[in-house]
């Protein structure tokens, strides 16, 4: 069982930064893909970033690449996502998700707005 917690959400002006935090519990953290998805109001989840295990590799949607950063620390058992150059059609609640064939366990979300 993993249990996930989002933090590091906010408002903030188009080109600002923001740094998502996602805290786990378990002590399988590393043998999980953690991943972060987005849900704007209306529309689906979509994928924005993947990490595997050891954090030797990671996957970004097209959207984002370039500007996100996805990271682990297997050690304190917490995944990051760096948000740089946000855009305002990166308004959207930020998901945190950890899984090994598909992601079983989801966060309850942080909301990340960003105003033109």
């Known amino acids: 069982q993993v249990h996930l917690v989002e933090s590091g959400g906010g408002l903030v002006q188009a080109g600002d930064s923001l740094r998502l935090s996602c805290a786990a519990s378990?002590?399988?953290?590393?043998?999980?893909?953690m991943g972060w998805v987005s849900q704007a109001p209306g529309k689906e989840r979509e994928f924005v970033a993947a990490?595997?295990?050891?954090?030797?590799?990671?996957n970004y949607a097209d959207s984002v690449k370039g500007r996100f950063t996805i990271s682990r620390d297997n050690a304190n058992i917490t995944v990051y996502l760096q948000m740089n150059s946000l855009q305002p059609e990166d308004t959207a609640l930020y998901y945190c998700?950890?899984?090994?064939?598909?992601?079983?366990?989801w966060g309850q979300g942080t909301q990340v707005t960003v105003s033109s």
């Open positions: 998700a950890a899984g090994l064939a598909a992601y079983d366990y």
């Open positions: 990490i595997n295990g050891s954090g030797g590799g990671t």
């Open positions: 378990g002590r399988t953290f590393s043998r999980y893909t």
